[in-house]
């Protein structure tokens, strides 16, 4: 497996699985199955509410705890870091360890300076070894840098064919912020698996779209976490170290480009109320 350095030199899969949207009842089996695939990078969430069941996944797998990088996200608290490390210590509780690879700020609501102040103390005590955020914009992100002492290492924020990034990949290196992508494939929207852009790269390779989409965001140096409850396509997802995509292959794929979400825009007042007010315990 390919891994990226983070910015405080913990080093990193390029690739991982994703587990949101995935049934609690059903996470155990799913994370179970993608270990046995070969993926050591998890990313779960406290929001997800299947963390328990990635750590008994986890806890039965057998591979030694160093070989695994786990991320679990905060979901927004109410403010102080007090609150803040206890959300924290309930997911550790939750996956049965000890220590995370990476914790990161879900949103970028509420009092997420208090927030980051509380992760930069556990990070320090060790028991995170780098920590982040995610779906920060531009200005949340360089604002975070300029009032605190650790930036983040990573941003996981929505990139696919889709929606992009360069600019803000771009941005983002000059920080020494890795991009992380959550939703590769859009979640399937836009008809993504049968894009004729992708269709026809994928045919050039012998390789799915999806190999495709995935491939072309490791080739950029983004960190991808595709998620799949099916075993076949947990392998086939995993198999994009073995071809590389031509410039000219990749500047076709950035003809798709929108430049806009195709989920929520996390500026829009509406999507700030609704879960910028929402709780987890
Ligand atoms: P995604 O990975 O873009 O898409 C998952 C969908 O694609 C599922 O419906 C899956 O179906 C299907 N799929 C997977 N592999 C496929 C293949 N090879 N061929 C055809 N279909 C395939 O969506 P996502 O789960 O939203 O994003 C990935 C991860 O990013 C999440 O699991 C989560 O860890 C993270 N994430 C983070 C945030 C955030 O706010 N930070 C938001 C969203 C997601 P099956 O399961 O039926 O195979």
Redesign the pocket.
Known sequence: METVTLNNGVEMPALGF????IPDSETEKAVTDALAAGYRLI?TASGYRNEEAVGHAIAACGIPRAELFVTT?LWVQDPGEDNTKRAFEKSLRRLGLDYVDLYLI?QPFGDYYSEWRAMQDLHRQGVIRAIGV??FYPDRLVDLIEHNDVAPAIN?IET?PFFQRHDYQQLMGELGVQIES???????RNNL?TDPVLTAVAQQHGK?V?QVVLRWLVQRGVVV??????PD?MA??LEVFDFTLTEAEMARIATLDTGASLFFDHRDPTMVRQLGTARVD
């Open positions: 994703g587990v949101y949207q990313d996200k879900h995610s779906n996981q696919h959550w939703g590769p494939f859009a979640e399937g698996f799915s999806a976490i595709p998620k799949s409850v099916r396509r086939e997802n």
